[in-house]
């Protein structure tokens, strides 16, 4: 199944995708909320400049899931790769500032970088069906309430997801897209 969007008079062609990406080593970061904030403002930035469209997500300690449509480059680079590069140089600054010793576990040695946050290689899987659209946004849903993680006993009371958003109708950060819109 292709998905069409109308957008200010012209149809944009393209496929939602999931996409999964993981903090390095596995590491806790994102159990600090200053640092899931950084998320959702670049999130919001990409929505904002219309490079993307959102229609799930997921924050949880070490990992990200969403459901996004790439809808144009951010100039030269991808809104992916303006994400990670912008949620990166921003994970840093909060760190020198809060945490310089939490900072250090994330040092690197490879030669592009100085410190690496993100792991190589997210899971970007294309969904081409409105079936497997919903079950994946069921999965980013329920991930807080896995016994793994037992964050919520609802799905929906958990800050950092969709799930609100999909039950009631209100965007708290303002950049959802219902999936059937």
């Excluded at 909060?94 to 040695?109: A, D, E, F, V, W």
């Amino acid at each position: 199944m292709h998905i069409f969007h109308k957008r200010q008079g012209q149809m944009a062609y393209n496929y939602p995708y999931f996409y999964t990406d993981t903090i390095f080593d596995f590491d806790h970061l994102l159990k600090d909320d200053n640092l899931k904030m950084i998320i959702i403002n670049s999130l919001k930035f990409l929505v904002q400049q219309k490079l993307v469209e959102i229609n799930g997500y997921v924050i949880m300690p070490n990992h990200i899931h969403l459901i996004w449509t790439m809808l144009k480059l951010n100039g030269k680079e991808t809104p992916l790769a303006s994400f990670t590069k912008f949620t990166a140089h921003e994970f840093r600054k909060y760190l020198m500032t809060k945490s310089p010793q939490l900072l250090t576990q994330y040092r690197s040695g490879k030669e592009d970088r100085t410190y690496q946050f993100w792991k190589r290689d997210p899971l970007a899987i294309p969904l081409t069906k409105e079936s497997t659209l919903i079950q994946k946004l069921d999965y980013i849903h329920d991930n807080p309430i896995k016994e793994k993680w037992n964050l919520c006993s609802n799905a929906e009371d958990y800050e950092w997801s969709s799930a609100n958003f999909y039950q009631t109708g209100v965007d708290k950060y303002g950049i959802l897209t219902h999936f059937r819109d």
